[in-house]
């Protein structure tokens, strides 16, 4: 196999940092240029600080890595855009920076372990890579491959590679420029040893019923604006609610089900062959030929299952959103638990992307390679070493093929039965779907009894008389409305709520609640505040009917918008000031008596700085703040409106615990690895936050 054969089974390639993905495929492919691109030609998708990004190979790129799925190159476009933004914001930054690659450095990225150029050159039974293969077959690539895959692997694998050796560099000039200072390693010592005792008396505003709190929409918007920094939106954003008519099975539906699996109850309880049965019958749970364990399975009518006389069936009952037909297929005793140990030689295998299975080998021939291992064994080579060199199972070939002490109903059929049913020292060929496998019982537990039980089982769908009966219900509430009002109105009639789906953006491919659906997002921005969705959208066997909110420019969102998440916050402000008028007196005693709702004097012993959480009122900043403020030291405080209540504080005294010393170079070094992974993230924020970046996905897509 070629090497860009290689690459192009592989996929894309994880370059790490704050690079999410770098595409290799998507240049490899052959003819690709002549597919054309996601929505036809045009004008670019962006520029960031003036630089473009063409929209032809944009999507390219989102095609490529979507193969064809819809939902799937909806999430990718979000993902390639951010990918891209970081790489010329990257780019500019290393260039005003003079950091470069060196032709060293790019080799000795390229023929890492886990560089994608690798991956054909290892070998399979030990994993280790040949590099001097790998180099000789890129340098002949270099020599003699085509100039559009030149291209293409230049682009796709030589570029991340080189961006990822000087993103490094970059990274590690922000972290040997972050370290914590004298100041710091000591306050936090101090701290790591501070604790302070507290007499205090606390009124949670849960003791003032929400309901009797009033929140009017200026004071909305007059909390949000006071913490602008925390709610104020560089973009705009459109609120939606919306009804969701469920689409479920119906009772006819389920009927339905069940005299099917009615009639399939002869054939199964007379078959001689439940495999065959299986083949020629499709069942949500298929046919596990093994035995297992009684307190192994898992079925809620299980006590009645194993009662059943060997050929005995019962059902349909209902499992879930199943039917299910349970016949007894085998009774007898097993142990209870089985180690073995194996090797594997491999008919089948499983893609890791795909999950699909694929033939590795024909059967004939991985007989004959586990045929002649079993020779080798028996005549006294180590099984260690032929399993390490030989077998294909990883997940256990390291361990010299050992599976310890499992339970039964863990492996496929056969492997299951000849470790639980064969005696301890049986060697033998066992034959699954993955392949052949030489097998040796090497210990087992206990003894159960154990049970073969087939499952035929048919799901509970929607039936298409069903599914038309939603939509005409959904139908019928849209053809109703004509206003918020209305919605609202209607909506309470049906006795549903309206969900909020707040802060979609115009370049968004997903609402809040519904997942993926580009074309709702469209719609939104379309339509202005008052619309009523024209038809239904469909999500999950889910019919929509929803109506625009609000439309929230740059800034401070609306108090329809900023409601469900500030409106508690405002009840506590307006709480806490009923609760503090309450709070009179010169002692803790006093005030405890006039604040009421059973308010009393408590105390802390023994309030840690570092963890300052309270056993009775948890972990409030504000308390913990006045508990470590000297000021307060010997006095009572003025009323705290905290986060869960209003608190009253009067500190007995601060002190240092007497403990072992801490070692100051490991306070220094877990501060400084703290300072310098904030400050890789930070600085990889503010190039986005300063840059001049123009997005044009919510046009073109």
Not at 253 to 270: G, M, P, W, Y
Not at 600 to 616: F, H, P
Not at 629 to 634: D, E, I, L, T
Request: charged share 25%; with cysteine; aromatic share 8%.
């Amino acid at each position: 196999m070629s090497i860009i054969q290689s690459i192009r089974d592989r996929g894309a390639w994880i370059v790490g940092g704050v690079i999410a993905l770098a595409l290799i495929a998507f240049i490899l492919q052959d003819g690709l240029s002549r597919r054309g691109s996601l929505l036809g030609t045009g004008s670019t998708v962006g520029k960031v600080n003036g630089k473009s990004i063409d929209r032809k190979e944009f999507d390219k790129k989102v095609e490529n890595a979507s193969q064809g799925n819809a939902q799937q190159r909806e999430n990718l476009i979000g993902q390639l855009w951010n990918q891209e933004v970081s790489q010329i914001l990257l780019n500019q930054e290393f260039d005003k920076l003079g950091l470069t690659c060196t032709d060293k450095q790019l080799s000795e990225e390229l023929f890492k372990p886990n560089s994608p150029l690798m991956g054909e050159f290892r070998d399979q039974q030990t994993g280790q890579a040949d590099v001097e293969k790998a180099k000789q077959a890129w340098s002949q690539f270099k020599k003699s491959g085509k100039e559009d895959q030149k291209k293409g692997v230049y682009e796709g694998i030589v570029e991340p590679t080189i961006l990822q050796a000087k993103y490094a560099k970059f990274n590690n000039i922000i972290s040997q420029a972050a370290y914590a200072p004298k100041w710091l390693i000591e306050k936090q010592q101090a701290d790591n040893n501070s604790f302070s005792t507290v007499s205090y008396v606390a009124v949670p505003y849960s003791t003032i019923a929400d309901s009797t709190i009033k929140v009017t929409d200026d004071e909305i918007t007059a909390y949000g604006k006071k913490h602008s920094k925390i709610y104020e939106k560089d973009e705009e954003t459109r609120s939606f609610s919306y009804v969701s008519f469920d689409a479920v099975p119906s009772k006819s539906d389920s009927d339905a089900v069940k005299n099917k699996l009615e009639t399939k109850k002869a054939d199964l309880a007379s078959t001689t062959n439940t495999e065959t049965f299986f083949a020629k019958n499709t069942s949500e749970m298929p046919f596990y030929n093994g035995y297992i364990a009684g307190k192994e399975i898992k079925q809620q009518v299980k006590d009645t299952l194993v009662k059943l006389p060997v050929g005995g069936v019962f059902g349909p009952y209902l499992d879930g959103n199943n039917y299910v037909l349970a016949k007894m297929v085998g009774v007898r005793s097993i142990a209870d638990s089985a180690k073995v140990r194996h090797i594997l030689i491999k008919t089948m295998d499983r893609d890791q992307k795909t999950g699909q299975s694929f033939r590795v080998r024909d059967d004939s021939t991985a007989k004959h390679l586990l045929d002649t291992i079993e020779m080798k064994l028996k005549a006294g080579a180590n099984f260690d070493s032929l399993c390490m060199k030989s077998s294909e199972d990883d997940g256990s070939k390291a361990k010299g093929g050992v599976y310890d002490y499992f339970t039964s109903g863990r492996m496929v059929g056969s492997f299951n039965d000849f470790a639980f049913i064969q005696p301890v020292g049986s060697k033998g060929i066992v034959k699954t779907e993955y392949g052949y496998h030489y097998v040796e019982v090497l210990g087992q537990k206990g003894t159960s009894t154990a049970y073969n039980i087939a499952y035929f089982a048919k799901q509970i769908s929607l039936s298409n008389e069903t599914d038309i009966a939603t939509k005409n219900e959904a139908s019928k509430f849209i053809s109703s409305v004509k206003s918020k009002k209305d919605f609202d109105e209607a909506a309470k009639k049906l006795n549903k709520t309206p969900y909020p789906a707040d802060g979609i953006k115009k370049v968004d491919f997903t609402v809040p609640g519904l997942g993926s659906n580009r074309t709702l997002v469209r719609w939104i921005y379309e339509k202005g505040v008052g619309d009523i969705t024209e038809t239904y959208h469909s999500f999950n066997n889910k019919y929509i009917v929803g109506v625009i909110t609000a439309v929230n420019k740059p800034g401070v969102p609306s108090a329809q918008t900023l409601r469900p998440q500030v409106e508690n916050l405002v009840k506590n402000e307006k709480k806490a000031k009923q609760i503090i008028s309450k709070m009179t007196g010169t002692t803790l005693e006093a005030i405890a008596t006039a604040a009421g709702n059973n308010a009393s004097v408590q105390r802390v012993d023994t309030l840690m700085a570092g963890n300052a959480a309270n056993t009775i009122i948890g972990m409030d900043y504000k308390f913990a703040g006045a508990a470590f403020n000297a000021s307060n030291k010997g006095k009572i405080s003025e009323p705290i409106a905290g986060q869960g209540g209003v608190y009253v504080v009067k500190v007995e005294n601060i002190a240092t615990r007497a403990a072992a010393p801490s070692d100051p170079n490991s306070v220094k070094g877990m501060l400084n690895n703290t300072i310098k992974g904030a400050g890789g993230r930070i600085s990889n924020e503010l190039l986005k936050k300063v840059a001049d970046i123009t997005d044009n996905r919510g046009d073109l897509y």
